[in-house]
């Protein structure tokens, strides 16, 4: 595949983070992306990379280590891979007590009935 003047460009003359942030981006849109194509994906990646040093370009940009979504997202896995019998597994599985698992297997319940119930004394139509 030839490669475009601009993409030899950009990995050239670019600076190593947006070069970076653009192979990341192309690796993610293979990865979640159905039926992407590299040339398609390595174009996603450059055009967010150059949107993103134009948007925040000269600034200091502190990126947060996600931790608590990271967090957020292992108790939807323990969540989902309990069965109501399996607690000692999926303690095993990731790493952590009974305990914990119950602890957060009651915790994502009463986030999944909140959901499904709602708040009565909030109006749903109300979005301010």
Not at 26 to 46: P, R, Y
Not at 77 to 83: P, S
Request: hydrophobic share 40%.
């Amino acid at each position: 595949m030839k490669e475009k003047l601009e993409d030899k460009l950009f990995r050239s003359q670019g600076p190593e983070l947006l070069v970076d942030l653009a192979d990341h981006v192309a690796n993610s849109a293979k990865e979640v992306l159905i039926n992407v194509d590299e040339a398609t994906a390595q174009h996603l990646g450059q055009e967010v990379a150059v949107k993103m040093s134009q948007i925040w370009g000269g600034q200091i940009v502190y990126f947060p280590a996600g931790t608590v979504l990271k967090s957020a997202q292992t108790h939807i896995k323990i969540f989902e891979a309990f069965n109501g019998r399996n607690q000692n597994e999926v303690a095993a599985k990731f790493g952590i007590s009974v305990q914990h698992v119950y602890n957060i297997v009651k915790r994502m319940r009463k986030e999944v009935l909140k959901d499904i119930q709602g708040d009565m004394f909030t109006d749903s139509g109300d979005k301010k």
